[in-house]
């Protein structure tokens, strides 16, 4: 077994983190004032051991500090400083009072960066981005009285919790997170959980939330302490981390996209029950920045409220068997307001004063997050006469804050009389001031989740006996013991759980007839799973080193430079524009710096299969993959600009220049705006230019990729995939139009489809070549271009546009509105580390396409965005896409939709093990033979469809 040489490793990991130290002292020095007082230090490292240990709880590790340094300490790991506060004034005073300032969100690079979850409400910097999520969810969520219009909701899930644990009492852990799953996923997507047994959506809210817990504690992963780290590849020592980063990323990216898809698809069939995630949707049309901002609110909305709920309801049963006391009044005053003929609801709440103070009690004997989320500083502040620097991250010790003596008296004993108010007795702190955050990050679900737990406490203890378990004569005592996590809950526990009285079972029994189960929506969800994005089943391992060292490092450095804006000093070369930009120089500087020193890494580091992003690509494959995506990344970061020449250069007699059609053949969507009319292109011919369309055989009319910005149909460009499909298919010839790209100025949608048409109608009309002898191929952008061509002529008859006789539609670019998304889909896809797609080259394509205003149209229409979108033509279409790239799950989903519409005749081909638009780049990666076996797929499919 082959492995890297300790020398090397010791060498490279020294050398990495003496540049980290380096950068970390060499800081600007501002206030010198004394951080809070704390530990002292080892040098460079600070209190790194000072950090709790795996498995203590960090409310009592943190708790230590305060008889040592007070009420506000600090430790510094690494140059971090981070301030833990034992005091509840000051925790108002700066993350309440002074929430301009503190609200922020630490960038964990583990969490937030590596898992995803920077996209969620919780963990959002303080952005606008943030301030969008929680103005959606105070919509819905901002009260009590708001949130009254989920009663019946609540009502009805808090009766199916009392028939499940009726019939099932052992499995009462499974009902309560699978009742606080249902009435969240209802709330936030319409969605009806199963009746009995497991559910698939809770039960991956259930496994996102457990990673989410272990995700964001700090110190766990060292990769929050030396960035670098993740730098480094999978394999070398201390990177054990990325494989799991990869998991969670996969289970977080399901739990986002299932539940979205399904709405969605709810929706199209007009089937939907009104949501959060529905409204929004509804509200917003087809605005795909805010479709994404909204499909991450609704997944903090669900995740979130679940899980919180959970852990309160676990803590209020394991209390009720310890403190039987407690169980005994509540029940007086139930059975004195309620009585045994119905069971409690939401409007019985101000008439049940002792069960509101035993769900204050719960949130206070112990709080879902005892530590809260981090906050973190945006200014440099002072504190009682500390430093607080700026990026400073913050930790309010809750636990304390609702177990100090001095405020809750027998902090350890559950007394909820301690919140009721009596002659001799004033009521203490409402817990909840403390345990749903504070200032602008307290918890916008709060409302629902705090009437979900009254509800279910006030039904429960109507109905049920809840005590210690006895065991062959011996009583079991539960332990109380809560688990070490950011979301804390208790460790399980047996307990005994059984109807007060025959009264009371068939008071259970009879919530079924006024709240009757609904049919599951479980199988709506695995049809929209089917027809939605989902990782592959069969996605191989690989290296996530592959795409982040050195090209993200690079993209983080120069992003203060992208966009650059319109600068017009160009220097005009033979193929392209290049802006005459500082920070565009820079960037070609960098990017040829870091990657002449990483390609000598590579070379090396490749050599063993087992370390290639897929073990199945061979040596140059894997070297490819890494110089095209180097490549595209550059050409993202400084908008390379293209400049079409209409000169035939080396092409010679095979370039044509091709003039528009007659104005009646550019109708409908391509006649929207006023400014980008049809204008003159140019074309090469493979092998040779026709003398007339008689001289012809089988014509390819192909689009070539590029996400609209970069390419030119020219032997540079499509010669491979010209000359590759003349060898595997019965076509003589192969033309490639020279349509306008969107990255140069007035030429954004539709300028490119009107080429397209400018394009078929010059071999239809102006060569006389008949339809049913042209086969349309596109591949990536150019797939997306061939679409709309096809859509141009099944929806304009009046055009006179005949149908081609089948179309291949290679990795096609299916949805260039969800590319805005920066960060989104496409960094997260499990199949990121096997491709040369970058989401910069997606989004610089989708900006630069982007209609008009004036047009009326976006980039959701039908003829730009195909996914959801299918449409019935005459038209054969075959779909081929690859294995481990990150369009796979879209050309599958493209597959499936436009199969779905009657009459329709469609195919897809696999390339196993493939990556993005192998027609095209197959000579570049090395996919040479991979592409010449799709080619021949291709024209089989012509072939049989004559």
């Given at each position: 077994?082959?492995?890297i040489?300790p020398?090397?490793?010791?060498?490279v990991?020294?050398?990495?983190?003496?540049?980290?130290?380096i950068?970390?002292?060499?800081r600007?020095?501002g206030?010198?004032?004394?951080l809070?007082?704390?530990?002292?230090g080892?040098?460079v490292l600070?209190n790194?051991?000072d950090?709790?240990k795996?498995?203590?709880?960090?409310w009592?590790?943190?708790l230590?500090h305060?008889d040592?340094?007070?009420?506000i300490?600090?430790?510094?790991?690494?140059?971090?400083?981070?301030?833990?506060?034992?005091?509840?004034?000051?925790?108002?005073?700066?993350?309440r009072?002074?929430?301009?300032?503190h609200?922020?969100?630490p960038?964990?690079?583990?969490?937030?960066?590596?898992?995803?979850w920077k996209?969620?409400t919780?963990?959002?910097?303080?952005?606008?981005t943030?301030?969008?999520?929680?103005?959606?969810?105070a919509k819905v969520?901002?009260?009590?009285?708001?949130?009254t219009?989920?009663?019946?909701v609540?009502e009805?899930e808090s009766?199916?919790f009392?028939?499940?644990l009726?019939?099932?009492?052992?499995?009462?852990?499974?009902h309560?997170?699978?009742?606080?799953?249902?009435?969240i996923l209802?709330?936030?997507?319409?969605?009806?959980?199963?009746?009995?047994?497991?559910?698939?959506?809770?039960?991956?809210?259930?496994?996102?939330m457990?990673?989410?817990?272990?995700?964001?504690?700090p110190?766990k992963w060292?990769?929050?302490?030396?960035?670098?780290?993740?730098?480094l590849?999978?394999?070398?020592?201390?990177?054990?981390?990325?494989?799991?980063?990869?998991?969670?990323?996969?289970?977080?990216r399901q739990?986002?996209d299932?539940?979205y898809?399904?709405v969605?698809?709810?929706?199209r069939?007009?089937?939907?029950?009104?949501?959060?995630?529905?409204?929004?949707?509804?509200?917003?049309?087809?605005?795909?920045e805010?479709?994404?901002?909204h499909?991450?609110?609704?997944?903090?909305?669900?995740?979130?409220?679940?899980?919180t709920?959970?852990s309160?309801?676990m803590?209020?049963?394991?209390?009720?068997?310890?403190f039987p006391?407690v169980?005994k009044?509540?029940?007086e005053?139930?059975?004195?307001?309620?009585?045994s003929?119905?069971?409690p609801?939401?409007?019985?709440r101000?008439?049940?004063?002792?069960?509101m103070?035993?769900m204050?009690?719960?949130h206070r004997?112990?709080p879902?997050?005892?530590?809260?989320?981090p906050h973190t500083s945006?200014?440099e502040?002072?504190?009682?006469?500390?430093?607080?620097?700026?990026g400073t991250?913050?930790?309010?010790?809750?636990?304390?804050?609702?177990?100090?003596?001095?405020?809750?008296?027998d902090?350890?004993?559950?007394?909820p009389e301690?919140f009721?108010?009596?002659?001799?007795?004033?009521?203490?702190?409402?817990?909840?001031n403390?345990?749903?955050?504070?200032?602008?990050r307290?918890?916008?679900?709060?409302?629902v989740?705090?009437?979900?737990?009254?509800?279910t406490?006030?039904?429960?203890?109507?109905v049920f006996?809840?005590e210690?378990?006895?065991e062959n004569?011996?009583?079991?005592?539960?332990?109380i013991?809560?688990?070490?996590?950011?979301?804390?809950?208790?460790m399980p526990y047996r307990?005994?759980?059984?109807?007060?009285?025959k009264?009371h079972?068939?008071?259970?029994?009879?919530?079924?007839?006024?709240?009757?189960?609904?049919?599951?929506?479980a199988?709506?969800?695995?049809?929209?799973?089917?027809k939605?994005?989902?990782?592959?089943?069969n996605?191989p391992?690989?290296?996530?080193?592959?795409?982040?060292?050195?090209?993200?490092?690079?993209q983080?450095?120069?992003?203060s430079?992208?966009?650059?804006g319109?600068?017009?000093?160009?220097v005009t070369t033979?193929?392209?524009?290049?802006t005459?930009?500082?920070?565009?120089?820079?960037?070609t500087?960098?990017?040829?710096?870091?990657?002449?020193?990483q390609?000598?890494?590579?070379m090396?580091?490749y050599l063993?299969?087992?370390?290639?992003p897929?073990?199945?690509w061979?040596?140059?494959?894997?070297?490819g993959?890494?110089?095209?995506?180097s490549?595209?990344?550059w050409t993202?970061?400084?908008?390379?600009?293209?400049?079409l020449?209409l000169k035939?250069?080396?092409e010679?007699?095979?370039?044509?220049?091709?003039?528009?059609?007659?104005s009646?053949k550019?109708?409908g969507?391509?006649?929207l705006d006023?400014?980008?009319?049809?204008?003159?292109?140019?074309?090469?011919?493979?092998?040779?230019?026709p003398?007339?369309?008689?001289?012809?055989?089988?014509?390819?009319?192909?689009?070539?990729?590029g996400?609209?910005?970069?390419?030119?149909?020219?032997?540079?460009d499509?010669?491979f995939?010209?000359?590759t499909l003349?060898a595997?298919?019965?076509a003589?010839?192969?033309?490639?139009?020279?349509?306008?790209?969107?990255?140069n100025?007035?030429?954004?949608f539709?300028?490119?489809?009107q080429?397209a048409?400018?394009?078929y109608l010059?071999?239809?009309?102006?060569?006389?070549?008949?339809?049913?002898?042209?086969?349309?191929?596109?591949?990536?952008a150019?797939?997306?271009?061939?679409?709309?061509?096809?859509?141009?002529i099944s929806?304009?008859?009046?055009?006179?546009l005949a149908?081609p006789?089948?179309a291949?539609?290679?990795s096609?670019w299916?949805?260039?509105?969800?590319?805005?998304?920066?960060g989104g889909t496409?960094k997260?896809?499990?199949?990121?580390?096997?491709?040369y797609?970058?989401?910069?080259?997606g989004?610089?394509g989708?900006?630069?396409?982007?209609?008009s205003?004036e047009s009326?149209i976006?980039l959701?229409h039908?003829?730009?965005?195909?996914?959801?979108?299918?449409?019935?033509t005459?038209t054969?279409?075959?779909f081929l896409?690859?294995?481990?790239e990150?369009l796979?799950?879209?050309?599958?989903?493209?597959?499936?939709e436009?199969?779905?519409?009657e009459?329709?005749?469609v195919?897809?081909e696999v390339?196993?093990?493939?990556?993005h638009?192998i027609?095209?780049?197959?000579?570049w990666?090395?996919?040479?033979?991979?592409a010449?076996?799709?080619?021949?797929?291709a024209?089989?499919?012509w072939?049989?469809n004559?």
């Amino acid at each position: 077994m082959t492995v890297i040489s300790p020398t090397i490793t010791v060498s490279v990991a020294c050398g990495v983190l003496a540049l980290y130290v380096i950068s970390r002292l060499l800081r600007g020095k501002g206030d010198r004032r004394p951080l809070p007082p704390g530990p002292k230090g080892l040098p460079v490292l600070g209190n790194i051991n000072d950090l709790p240990k795996a498995g203590e709880p960090e409310w009592l590790h943190w708790l230590q500090h305060k008889d040592l340094y007070g009420p506000i300490s600090s430790i510094t790991v690494l140059g971090q400083p981070i301030v833990v506060i034992n005091d509840p004034e000051v925790a108002f005073e700066l993350m309440r009072d002074r929430s301009a300032i503190h609200s922020s969100r630490p960038s964990q690079v583990f969490s937030c960066e590596m898992v995803g979850w920077k996209n969620a409400t919780a963990m959002s910097p303080n952005n606008n981005t943030w301030k969008i999520h929680r103005k959606n969810i105070a919509k819905v969520a901002s009260t009590n009285t708001s949130v009254t219009m989920f009663d019946s909701v609540q009502e009805a899930e808090s009766a199916h919790f009392l028939l499940n644990l009726l019939d099932f009492p052992d499995d009462l852990f499974a009902h309560i997170r699978k009742e606080a799953g249902t009435v969240i996923l209802k709330i936030t997507y319409g969605y009806t959980a199963e009746s009995h047994g497991p559910d698939p959506l809770i039960d991956l809210a259930g496994l996102t939330m457990k990673g989410f817990a272990e995700a964001i504690v700090p110190g766990k992963w060292m990769v929050d302490i030396m960035p670098f780290l993740r730098y480094l590849p999978d394999g070398f020592p201390g990177t054990s981390f990325k494989s799991t980063g990869r998991e969670m990323a996969n289970t977080l990216r399901q739990c986002v996209d299932q539940p979205y898809a399904f709405v969605k698809q709810q929706m199209r069939e007009k089937k939907h029950k009104t949501s959060f995630l529905s409204q929004a949707i509804e509200d917003i049309g087809t605005d795909a920045e805010m479709e994404f901002i909204h499909k991450w609110t609704a997944l903090s909305l669900f995740t979130g409220g679940a899980d919180t709920t959970v852990s309160s309801l676990m803590t209020f049963f394991l209390a009720m068997s310890v403190f039987p006391d407690v169980q005994k009044k509540a029940k007086e005053e139930l059975d004195r307001v309620i009585g045994s003929q119905r069971l409690p609801v939401s409007a019985d709440r101000d008439s049940l004063p002792y069960i509101m103070a035993v769900m204050k009690e719960t949130h206070r004997w112990h709080p879902g997050a005892p530590m809260g989320i981090p906050h973190t500083s945006t200014a440099e502040d002072t504190c009682r006469g500390y430093r607080i620097p700026k990026g400073t991250i913050m930790f309010p010790n809750t636990w304390w804050f609702t177990h100090d003596p001095a405020v809750y008296p027998d902090p350890m004993i559950f007394r909820p009389e301690r919140f009721l108010e009596t002659p001799t007795h004033k009521p203490e702190t409402d817990p909840r001031n403390f345990i749903f955050g504070f200032g602008r990050r307290i918890c916008p679900g709060r409302y629902v989740a705090d009437n979900a737990v009254f509800m279910t406490i006030a039904q429960v203890l109507t109905v049920f006996n809840i005590e210690k378990l006895v065991e062959n004569g011996k009583v079991v005592e539960p332990e109380i013991k809560f688990e070490a996590s950011t979301v804390s809950r208790p460790m399980p526990y047996r307990i005994s759980i059984k109807p007060r009285s025959k009264v009371h079972e068939e008071l259970i029994k009879a919530a079924e007839e006024v709240y009757p189960w609904e049919e599951s929506d479980a199988k709506e969800l695995e049809n929209a799973k089917c027809k939605a994005v989902l990782p592959h089943q069969n996605t191989p391992r690989s290296s996530v080193f592959h795409k982040q060292f050195g090209l993200e490092l690079s993209q983080q450095y120069f992003a203060s430079f992208s966009p650059w804006g319109q600068s017009q000093h160009i220097v005009t070369t033979t193929d392209s524009v290049y802006t005459r930009h500082p920070g565009k120089i820079i960037a070609t500087a960098g990017a040829i710096g870091v990657g002449a020193v990483q390609f000598p890494f590579w070379m090396l580091y490749y050599l063993f299969a087992s370390r290639r992003p897929n073990p199945k690509w061979t040596y140059q494959q894997a070297l490819g993959v890494f110089v095209v995506k180097s490549y595209l990344t550059w050409t993202a970061v400084i908008r390379l600009k293209t400049n079409l020449s209409l000169k035939p250069g080396w092409e010679g007699k095979r370039f044509a220049v091709i003039k528009p059609g007659p104005s009646d053949k550019y109708i409908g969507v391509v006649d929207l705006d006023p400014e980008v009319k049809p204008e003159t292109i140019g074309g090469t011919w493979y092998p040779a230019r026709p003398s007339s369309g008689s001289a012809v055989g089988k014509v390819v009319l192909h689009f070539h990729g590029g996400a609209y910005t970069i390419g030119d149909g020219r032997d540079g460009d499509a010669g491979f995939a010209a000359k590759t499909l003349i060898a595997n298919t019965a076509a003589t010839h192969v033309f490639a139009p020279q349509y306008r790209l969107a990255s140069n100025p007035g030429c954004r949608f539709p300028a490119p489809l009107q080429d397209a048409i400018t394009s078929y109608l010059y071999l239809t009309d102006e060569l006389g070549i008949p339809a049913e002898k042209i086969t349309i191929s596109g591949d990536s952008a150019g797939g997306n271009l061939s679409l709309a061509l096809l859509r141009y002529i099944s929806d304009n008859p009046d055009a006179k546009l005949a149908s081609p006789a089948c179309a291949w539609l290679w990795s096609a670019w299916a949805d260039p509105e969800g590319a805005l998304t920066l960060g989104g889909t496409m960094k997260m896809h499990p199949n990121a580390p096997t491709d040369y797609l970058d989401e910069m080259v997606g989004m610089w394509g989708a900006q630069s396409l982007m209609p008009s205003k004036e047009s009326g149209i976006t980039l959701g229409h039908p003829n730009i965005k195909f996914l959801g979108n299918p449409f019935a033509t005459p038209t054969p279409l075959l779909f081929l896409t690859g294995e481990s790239e990150i369009l796979y799950d879209h050309n599958v989903q493209l597959y499936e939709e436009f199969k779905a519409v009657e009459g329709n005749k469609v195919d897809l081909e696999v390339t196993p093990y493939g990556v993005h638009d192998i027609i095209l780049a197959g000579q570049w990666v090395r996919f040479t033979k991979e592409a010449a076996q799709a080619a021949k797929v291709a024209g089989k499919f012509w072939d049989a469809n004559e």
